[in-house]
């Protein structure tokens, strides 16, 4: 049983936010289960082109099938990917740096060390529609971002004065550990 009813990652309410201990190695994640839906979309275009190549006469013109069957499958395998690489978002975040890994094989991935940060700051509604859908996305006058559902995410701000957006679930911990991990950073640096 706990000592006191508070969250383990929220501090109690007499202790600022810097003197609470952060993990060495904070982590989270953002899923999107709707991704799924449109990954069986993917699979279904490759069922099809197999389909088509399997039980098709091949004796009606060779080509006109062989394109019907590579497209299937290529689109397939496009969506199959494009899909599947943005099911989740994994953020993991160490005394160093800060790692973004999308999806089941981890790619896209960044890196970001945590001496390129300027600043973090919690954005309660991330939504794919202000960034032109799902996934890895780059608007000239927003940044960039990897947006794998809506809701609220960490919007880091670069020394190099670009923003990089990622949607996670409890972005406001994450934001906490990371501005820690500046402060800490920069107190070090001034000794």
């Known amino acids: ?8 990652s929220t501090p109690p309410p007499d202790v600022p936010h810097s003197d609470v201990h952060h993990p060495d190695i904070w982590t989270g994640r953002a899923t999107n289960r709707v991704q799924w839906l449109l990954a069986l979309v993917g699979a279904a275009f490759m069922a099809l082109g197999v389909e088509l190549a399997v039980d098709s006469a091949w004796t009606s013109g060779t080509a ?17 990917f494009g899909t599947l690489a943005f099911v989740h978002v994994d953020l993991k975040l160490d005394g160093e740096c800060l790692e973004v890994r999308c999806g089941h094989i981890g790619l896209p991935r960044r890196r970001i060390p945590l001496a390129h940060v300027a600043g973090a700051d919690f954005e309660p509604l991330v939504t794919p529609r202000h960034w032109g859908g799902w996934g890895y996305r780059w608007r000239p006058e927003k940044g960039t971002a990897v947006v794998v559902r809506r809701g609220e995410g960490v919007v880091l701000r670069l020394w190099d004065g670009h923003t990089f957006t990622i949607t996670v679930d409890d972005a406001e911990s994450a934001v906490r550990v990371i501005r820690d991990r500046l402060r800490t950073a920069a107190a070090g640096a001034a000794h």
């Open 64 to 80: 006109p099938l062989a394109m019907s069957v590579v497209g299937c499958i290529a689109a397939g395998l496009l969506v199959l």
């Open 1 to 8: 049983m706990r000592d006191h009813p508070h969250d383990e």
